[in-house]
Antibody
Framework: QVQLVQSGAEVKKVGASVKVSCKAS????????MHWVRQAPGQGLEWMGW????????YYAQKFQDRVTMTRDTSISTAYMELSRLRFDDTAVYYC????????????WGQGTLVTVSS | SYVLTQPPSVSVAPGQTARITCEEN??????VHWYQQRPGQAPVLVVN???DRPSGIPERFSGSKSGNTATLSISRVEAGDEADYYC??????????FGSGTKVTVL
């Protein structure tokens, strides 16, 4: 079955960077776009962008364009999301999700990675 | 920017039907997806492309659209349905957009 397994929780200082991984299994990794969203404590879902694991092409939400980088390693079926110049309000759970490829829905989600930004 | 409007909360008695709405002027032309998020868990897709139910999702979950409103209906509500529910669309000018979420409380 399709499974997305994310890396563990992180605690970072303001101004640092964080890199979260998302390992896919149970399907062809290069056949589906991978997206990232985040959810601040007690808040809703905020979409950050996507990566095409086949080509490496990316598209980022305007809000994150100057701070986020999404990459992938097809040899290990893993996608990465790096967020730089961290601020306190970047404290959130970050999720990777598989795009179902047809209608823009997200049919599989990682378990989430809590990133805490502290001073 | 594109905004999907959901009611903050819906309360329903066990066995009754919960209806969660998602409003936007142009939603009629879009594919709407619905997600269930139980406390402390990742979201799960419960309705795809406005009306389709993914494999493994109970028939009690259904989606519909009319005019400017998409609706997720949960029939014969159970205690385990208590969760936050989010609608989501792809909008060319705003990319992928989520509604603000609706907390369903089972009385």
């Amino acid at each position: 079955q399709v499974q997305l397994v994310q890396s563990g929780a992180e605690v970072k200082k303001v101004g640092a960077s964080v890199k979260v991984s998302c390992k896919a299994s149970g399907y062809s990794f290069t056949g589906y776009y991978m997206h990232w969203v985040r959810q601040a404590p007690g808040q809703g879902l905020e979409w950050m962008g996507w990566i095409d694991p086949n080509s490496g092409g990316t598209y980022y939400a305007q809000k994150f364009q100057d701070r986020v980088t999404m990459t992938r390693d097809t040899s290990i079926s893993t996608a990465y999301m790096e967020l730089s110049r961290l601020r306190f309000d970047d404290t959130a759970v970050y999720y990777c999700m598989r795009d179902n490829g047809a209608t823009g829905g997200f049919d599989s989600w990682g378990q989430g990675t809590l990133v805490t930004v502290s001073s | 920017s594109y905004v999907l409007t959901q009611p903050p909360s819906v309360s329903v008695a066990p066995g009754q039907t919960a209806r969660i709405t998602c409003e936007e002027n142009n939603i009629g032309s879009k594919s709407v997806h619905w997600y269930q998020q139980r406390p402390g868990q990742a979201p799960v897709l419960v309705v795809n492309d406005s009306t389709d139910r993914p494999s493994g999702i109970p028939e009690r979950f259904s989606g519909s659209k009319s005019g400017n409103t998409a609706t997720l209906s949960i029939s014969r509500v159970e205690a385990g349905d208590e969760a936050d529910y989010y609608c989501q669309v792809w909008e060319s000018s705003s990319d992928y957009v989520f509604g603000s979420g609706t907390k369903v409380t089972v009385l």
